[in-house]
């Protein structure tokens, strides 16, 4: 009793030492409470995971630094009792399950993550998701998200060093159980996307990611938009407004330039849209040996900007309608087994890194035990090397589906004006009119009303959790 009040009173101590040394503007030493943070104690812990999660991502680094070593070697046990700690640590420090493998810290609140926004000057990274981050059932997309792109370490650095990043739960997630009766039960989430938005310091939206990419698509993207924001920084109204519609319209056209260039290198007639393909469209059609059109510059500058302050011709109707039935046209052309054949184009976009490949292990202990004795000499090697291979096929279909579907209604929703400028509004939109799961529906369009079901009142129940 005595040792754990003890304890207690030098976490404490610990804190208003932190405290202290932030208000007087030195930097404070942080090492007792990653220490104490996965400590035996659960009151210790708690108390020492509170303050560091307080003092916002320099508490995550300051356990991800006291850490280290087991963080680069951890236990082959995931059930090791340290381990335990460590991870439910880092997850609350970083607002993340399986922040161990991402070491990202995310606000949780808006308003926060703003002012850190204003402080930094860099753009918000503002995930929209049913379920929360911090639970492993969380919606599927989101779950993807942490083993394909945070903990991937090219993008996770990018996101460390130059987003500030924030999450919110629009809906809890439907999970289902289904029983064996035999005492094995299996749970899976049902349903549910989930979308990136890139947000200015004010928390404007300027573009967003919907779905699951690939990490290289997902970078290209986000990398691009991180650009956009930055050249937004300090400009007026109106040339904020020309510079949106300048990169949302050459976004379609190289999307649509992209698609087109995609059907034409797999054989496809792809109607007459568009002339001009994008730089990407362009060269994919030099590999398959397909005659190669002028490929279009990318990005807005500031001199077109000016001249499209005289010519609002550039970004008007007439454009977008062409683009239109040239999209449309496009995905007459463009099947099921179309889509797959494309995506195996952009397999290198979703490829996985070896820290993602270590996070698929770690989670599926039970393949790796039976690949140390399967027959086949690859297996043996590498036994999750086919179950890798499949998912990143599954996420590079996924990739080109949002990009040339989801992300080019976004941007078309920008040009004509139609995109809200309050991030709340449009997820609303997204979710209704893309993901067809509205909030007006509360049961996710889970429940046809017209489909017979032989169950009382459909098998519907309602109550709370």
Known sequence: MWRRQSMLYGVMGVIFSVTLGSARGCGPELAPL????????????????????????????????????????????????????????????GAQHDCYASRLYWYTDFEQAKAAAKASGKPILSLRMLGKLTDEYSCANSRFFRTVLYANEQVSQVLRERFVLHWESVRPVPRITIDFGDGRKLERTITGNSIHYILDSDGRPVDALPGLYGP?????????????????????????????????????????????????????????????LSPRGAARLARAGAVQPTPQAAGPAARE???????????????????????????????????????ALHGEDARLDTASRALMRRQNPNAVEAGRVAVSKCRAEDPLVWMVAQFERSVALDS?????????????????????????????RVYAELFLTPSSDPWLGLVPADTYTALQNGGLACGTR
Not at 67 to 82: E, G, I, T, V
Not at 232 to 249: E, F, V, W, Y
Request: proline share 4%.
């Open 400 to 428: 080109v589906k949002n990009e040339y579907v989801l992300h080019r209604q976004i941007h078309e929703w920008f040009v004509n004006g139609s995109a809200a400028s309050d991030v709340r509004q449009l997820n609303e």
């Open 305 to 343: 900007a000016a001249m499209a302050a005289t010519s609002k011709t550039l970004v008007e109707l007439p454009l977008l309608s062409a683009l239109d039935q040239a999209a449309a046209k496009l995905a007459a052309a463009t099947d099921e087994e179309t889509w797959q054949r494309i995506a």
């Open 34 to 93: 990653a220490i104490a943070a996965v400590s035996e104690d659960a009151a210790t812990a708690s108390g020492a995971i509170e303050a560091l999660r307080s003092l916002g991502p320099a508490g995550l680094q300051a356990l991800v630094n006291q850490h280290a070593a087991m963080l680069s070697n951890p236990p082959r046990d995931s059930h090791d009792p340290a381990w335990q700690r460590l991870c439910a640590a880092l997850d609350t420090v």
């Open 216 to 276: 290289k698509a997902f970078l290209s993207g986000l990398v691009r938009a991180e650009g956009l924001t930055r050249t937004l920084n300090g400009a007026s109204q109106p040339l904020c407004k020309i510079l949106l519609d300048l990169h949302h319209r050459r976004s379609i056209e190289e999307i649509v330039g992209d698609w087109r260039g995609d059907l034409m290198a797999l054989g496809i007639a792809a109607g007459d849209a568009p002339a001009v």
